[in-house]
């Protein structure tokens, strides 16, 4: 360790003093401390690390017997690993060997793996680099106009038949937004307005917090149903931070032995490439997509040797990243008849709440309460990660009201598997199961010479399976054809259920061809079956045509279809028309023009001796 100043000056005394009597004590020269202090020089010196320059200066102590010492703090920064505080010894360290380049004013430092700190690459925003938004005093006034007519028949008038108008108007400034929305209708001579939704909304960025007060919907999650409300809501709000990525990423790590190029690919898509020195990697942050991907890490060095670690990772936004909470609670009444009556709300106050927690990043817990109405409900559940295949959430609830109670149960899962993605959910409920979207509903019908209201149905089963298909004939040129096929079912509390089963076959021929094929068969209180097969070829960037055939309910119809796209530029303009025959005939054409004030599209229908027309306008007046 270095010694102080003190301690050598008094060394030095005490030297002086044992060269005897010989010499008087002012023929002794006194010591000169300024070159003791000479003795140990302070450096900032430029790091190499094993051959590699760093691009990174440190602080560095040289002793008088040429001893090197460094920070603990300062050699992590400049990539050695190392433990505690203070000064640490270079020369202390198996496994390290440090030289001072007096010319080139550098630390050239050989060091072992193990002795080199993990070089980390989070790509995954930063928490706080969001700032304050600006808050300037503004409004808007979006509005839609629409006319539509038509001639069922010979005998009818050709003319106008309806008219509407839907107007939503936004103030915000410091105070937060106040908007208001509106749907105005005249059908022959009977005219109405209806009030849509009136609510001041205020939000945090930083905490990413939301506040509304007037009309809302409550928070929830797959297995409650959400219904409007009228009130106050205080919610957990992303959308005020879009660099926040609320799922789990997939993290790799590996070690490069000697300096390369690490590249970093999901599902074949580079997406980071840079150099890297010796000693362990770790990548955290990747943005991840939704679904299964195929994340690869690739280390490339001088020599042409090359190191992959390859991760599937499966992205689902029913997990979140660890310690991140997702969180919703309203308070007041429930809304019922929205676009049909401007203010009918039920005289019960009423209460939700719902959480979400990420435990782990494989691990996420969640609850729901409602209260109100003569009914108290809870529940909660929990979504785990199964390694790489995919996500398992399972949910219970109970419910129980002034005269009868009940319980829920759900399963969802999510999932890869030897080249299969499923997906499922399944949910009962018994009879005595409520919730406020059925306590607060208006009663509509008897059950047990009662007046029952919209009960919660009481079984729910989805599947879903699909994967490409591997067939060499079809796959010489473009993608492998992907099927894919679909189950639902649906049994309501009055005993009825639908049960619909559906599949699809698409594949692509080169770049200029796409086929596909789907068909539906549904049971139920009614019974159908459909479908369909077509072609579509591009026409150049915007533009496509296609032709088909459609069979549904013992009825065959062909058509011939050609569109070009809009997009969202001034001065464009996009179209479709479509042509049938066989049990149907008709013509259908669309056209939109979208200009620096408006947009304003128009649409013409003719099937089976009847004629329909429809202008729309839309846009927006801002002041700013």
Same mark, same amino acid.
Do not use: C, H
């Given at each position: 360790m270095r010694r102080s100043r003190a301690t050598e000056a008094v060394a030095l005394s005490l030297a002086f003093a044992a060269l005897g009597t010989s010499a008087s004590a002012q023929d002794l020269p006194l010591p000169d401390l300024k070159a003791v202090e000479t003795m140990r020089e302070d450096l900032q010196l430029e790091v190499w690390i094993n051959g590699r320059n760093t691009g990174l200066v440190a602080a560095v102590a040289r002793e008088a017997d040429g001893r090197l010492e460094m920070r603990a703090d300062e050699m992590r920064a400049v990539g050695l690993s190392a433990g505690g505080v203070g000064l640490v010894d270079l020369s202390a360290l198996r496994g390290l060997s440090a030289a001072y380049d007096d010319v080139g004013q550098r630390l050239m430092v050989n060091a072992d793996i193990d002795l080199l700190a993990v070089q980390r690459f989070n790509l995954a925003a930063n928490r706080d680099a969001a700032g304050a938004p600006r808050q300037d005093l503004g409004a808007v006034l979006n509005y839609v106009f629409s006319a539509d007519g038509g001639q069922v028949d010979d005998n009818d008038d050709l003319g106008v038949q309806s008219l509407g108008l839907a107007l939503d108007g936004r103030v915000f400034g410091r105070f937060g937004t106040l908007s208001s929305s509106v #749907?105005?209708?005249?059908?022959?001579? /009977?005219?109405?307005?209806? *009030? =849509?939704? &009136? !609510?001041?909304?205020?939000?945090?960025?930083?905490?990413?917090?939301?506040?509304?007060?007037?009309?809302?919907?409550?928070?929830?999650?797959?297995?409650?149903?959400?219904?409007?409300?009228?009130?106050?809501?205080?919610?957990?709000?992303? #959308?005020?931070?879009?660099?926040?990525? /609320?799922?789990?990423?997939? *993290? =790799?790590? &590996? !070690?490069?032995?000697?300096?390369?190029?690490?590249?970093?690919?999901?599902?074949?898509?580079?997406?980071?490439?840079?150099?890297?020195?010796?000693?362990?990697?770790?990548?955290?942050?990747?943005?991840?997509?939704?679904?299964?991907?195929?994340?690869?890490?690739?280390?490339?060095?001088?020599?042409?040797?090359?190191?992959?670690?390859?991760?599937?990772f499966f992205a689902t936004p029913l997990l979140l990243r660890k310690g991140l909470a997702d969180f919703s609670a309203e308070a007041g009444f429930a809304r019922r008849g929205f676009g049909v009556e401007s203010g009918d709300y039920a005289g019960s106050p009423i209460a939700s709440a719902s959480l979400r927690y990420g435990v782990l990043d494989a691990l996420t817990v969640e609850g729901h309460v409602e209260a109100g109405a003569g009914l108290i409900q809870g529940g909660g559940g929990l979504t785990a990660q199964v390694g790489g295949l995919g996500v398992v959430s399972g949910s219970f609830a109970a419910s129980r009201t002034d005269d009868q109670s009940g319980a829920l149960a759900a399963v969802v899962f999510d999932s890869r598997f030897a080249g299969f993605y499923l997906s499922g959910m399944s949910m009962r409920a018994s009879a005595g199961y409520r919730d406020l979207a059925a306590v607060t509903s208006r009663p509509s019908f008897y059950r047990n010479w009662k007046m029952g209201g919209d009960e919660p149905p009481r079984a729910i089963d989805q599947f879903t399976v699909s994967t490409p298909l591997r067939l060499a004939l079809l796959m010489r040129k473009g993608e492998a054809p992907v099927a894919s096929a679909s189950y639902s079912a649906q049994t309501a509390a009055a005993g009825l259920r639908r049960q619909v089963w559906s599949g699809s076959l698409r594949h692509t021929f080169g770049e200029r061809l796409t086929a596909y094929l789907t068909g539906y068969v549904s049971r139920g209180e009614q019974r159908d079956t459909g479908a369909f097969l077509g072609l579509s070829v591009p026409l150049g960037s915007r533009s496509s045509s296609s032709a088909g055939v459609q069979v549904q309910g013992g009825d065959t119809t062909a058509f011939v279809e050609a569109s070009r796209a809009e997009t969202q530029a001034d001065g464009t303009y996009g179209w479709r028309a479509r042509i049938e025959q066989g049990a149907h005939q008709g013509f259908e054409g669309q056209a939109a023009y979208r200009g620096r004030n408006a947009r304003v599209s128009a649409a013409a229908q003719y099937a089976d001796g009847a004629v329909r027309g429809q202008l729309q306008v839309d846009g927006a007046v801002a002041w700013l």
């Open positions: #749907a105005a209708s005249r059908v022959g001579d /009977t005219g109405r307005i209806v *009030r =849509l939704d &009136t !609510t001041w909304s205020w939000f945090e960025p930083r905490r990413m917090m939301g506040l509304k007060a007037g009309d809302y919907i409550n928070g929830g999650f797959a297995w409650t149903r959400p219904i409007r409300m009228a009130g106050f809501q205080l919610r957990r709000d992303f #959308a005020t931070r879009p660099d926040i990525v /609320t799922m789990p990423s997939p *993290r =790799l790590a &590996t !070690t490069a032995a000697a300096p390369s190029t690490l590249e970093l690919y999901v599902n074949d898509t580079r997406i980071l490439s840079r150099p890297v020195g010796a000693g362990p990697i770790e990548i955290d942050g990747l943005p991840p997509g939704q679904g299964y991907s195929d994340v690869r890490l690739v280390l490339n060095d001088a020599a042409g040797r090359q190191v992959a670690v390859s991760a599937p």
